[in-house]
Nanobody
Framework: QVQLVESGGGVVQSGQSLTLSCTAS??????????VSWYRQAPGKQRDLVAQ???????PYADAVAGRLTVSRSNSESTAWLAMTNLQPSDTAVYYC?????????WGTGTQVTVSS
């Protein structure tokens, strides 16, 4: 089985940037061949999809954050990144990465991003 761990969250001020990482371990081949999805969940709200990067680096974006984020991956490093710019208080959430495998969805434990005004 593959495991995912997010990192890079923290507390920043409005307008600043952060880059989150999603690193895979275990069955790396599962990570390599699948799309990595980034989600976020704000307090009291549902978990929403914000970005995806396919196995070959293609990246459709959710409209709410398009233009402020860049998603990428390196299969050789078993890592995907979510770079966010011009962060706003509304971006405050726990950010998760996930992949969908033949055995079901695999989620990381999340990393907290807090944006102060």
């Amino acid at each position: 089985q593959v495991q995912l761990v997010e990192s890079g969250g923290g507390v920043v001020q409005s307008g600043q940037s952060l880059t989150l990482s999603c690193t895979a371990s275990g069955r790396i081949s599962t990570f390599t061949i699948n799309t990595v999805s980034w989600y976020r969940q704000a307090p009291g709200k549902q978990r929403d999809l914000v970005a995806q990067v396919t196995y070959d680096g293609r990246a459709p974006y959710a409209d709410a954050v398009a233009g402020r984020l860049t998603v990428s991956r390196s299969n050789s490093e078993s890592t995907a990144w979510l770079a966010m710019t011009n962060l706003q208080p509304s971006d405050t959430a726990v950010y998760y990465c996930a992949i969908r495998t033949g055995q079901g969805d695999v989620w990381g434990t999340g990393t907290q991003v807090t944006v102060s005004s």
